[in-house]
């Protein structure tokens, strides 16, 4: 009874921890979107979320920790969650493209997040940014991902065998960074979620063998 008990207040309690982070890291994306990393402190994160400066410090210890903790949250925890079921089993080509389809679905679920990882990617720029590291390992992964469905589309049959998969790999991802840049740029006025669905569609006729 009494390790029924103390299992059921671990769940409890992880389940606290777990709401909090996300709601840190989701008033850090906030700032980070309305003010750029400047404007982000832990002062500020904590208290748009409704929580103490002391627990912001206790959950990540330091600014640059927490911003390595939304650059995870919006690339690895998302792949891990979102994209990765999706792209399960499929080909080549439809694994490119379920890939960009979950990035389309993200603009409309969390275009806040998603607008924060564009000002982080800006920020990593910077050669001493904190974010640069895990910034850098993210695009250098989501290349290889998107070259890696290349060349597995060009084994299956469903993209040209006569393309070059890296030179196409970085051709989708320079499309991909135009439009979020665009929309950081504009935010009110660009449609990024029309332009991504655009790339969807030039990517699908320009490897897709017809």
């Known amino acids: 009874m009494t390790i029924r008990v103390e299992g059921e207040l671990r769940n409890k309690q992880q389940m606290r921890t777990e709401r909090s982070a996300n709601r840190l890291l989701k008033a850090a994306a906030e700032i980070v979107v309305e003010g750029g990393v400047a404007a982000l402190t832990l002062a500020s994160v904590g208290e748009r979320a409704g929580y103490s400066r002391g627990l912001v ?6 600014k640059g920790n927490l911003l390595r903790a939304l650059v995870e949250r919006m690339t690895k925890t998302w792949a891990a ?12 080509l439809d694994s490119l493209l379920e890939m960009m389809r979950e990035m389309r679905e993200q603009m409309s679920r969390s ?18 940014s904190v974010t640069r590291p895990p910034i850098v390992e993210y695009n250098a992964n989501l290349l290889r991902s998107v070259e890696s469905s290349i060349e597995a589309g060009m084994h299956d049959g469903t993209i040209g065998s006569d393309l070059d998969a890296q ?18 740029l504009e935010p009110d006025d660009y449609d990024a979620v029309a332009a991504l669905t655009h790339l969807i ?4 006729a320009r490897l897709g063998v017809s």
């Open 81 to 92: 969650a979102h994209v990765e079921p999706r792209v399960r089993g499929k080909s080549g």
């Open 201 to 204: 569609e030039v990517v699908e």
């Open 167 to 184: 030179r196409e790999a970085r051709w989708v991802l320079e499309g991909i960074r135009g439009i979020g840049f665009h929309w950081l």
């Open 111 to 128: 275009p806040e997040e998603v607008l924060a990882l564009q000002v982080l990617l800006f920020d990593a720029l910077n050669p001493g």
């Open 57 to 62: 410090t206790t959950r990540f210890g330091s």
